[in-house]
């Protein structure tokens, strides 16, 4: 089992930056899938960037370019550098991992991008 706390969201304007971090409660992200997944009012949950069981990245469309993945395994963390927000970026962005064949989540942080 492992648990997945977020935080870092929050209310930011268009062209600002916000920096959000995932902290595992066990060493895990290593060797696993580890990312980010973001779901807006109405909107399916959508992948927003992660890395893969093998170290490289994947990052959705809209969000390259602005966005950066980050871990740091000593913490047991992930981030999400976050840059030249927009307002469709505002959505409820999830941590996310899959180990020993199982998703597991974390409870959510609010981004919001003001015009």
């Known amino acids: 089992q492992v648990q997945l706390v977020e935080s870092g969201g929050g209310l930011v304007q268009a062209g600002g930056s916000l920096r959000l971090s995932c902290a595992a409660s066990?060493?895990?992200?290593?060797?696993?899938?580890a990312g980010w997944y973001r779901q807006a009012p109405g909107k399916q949950r959508e992948l927003v960037a992660t890395f893969t069981s093998g170290g490289g990245t994947n990052y959705a469309d809209s969000v390259k370019g602005r966005f950066t993945i980050s871990r740091d395994n000593p913490k047991n963390t992930v981030y999400l550098e976050m840059n030249s927000l927009k307002p469709e970026d505002t959505a409820v962005y999830y941590c996310?991992?899959?180990?020993?064949?199982?998703?597991?989540w974390g409870q959510g942080t609010q981004v919001t991008v003001s015009s």
């Open positions: 066990r060493s895990i992200f290593r060797d696993n899938t």
């Open positions: 996310y991992l899959r180990a020993w064949g199982l998703p597991y």
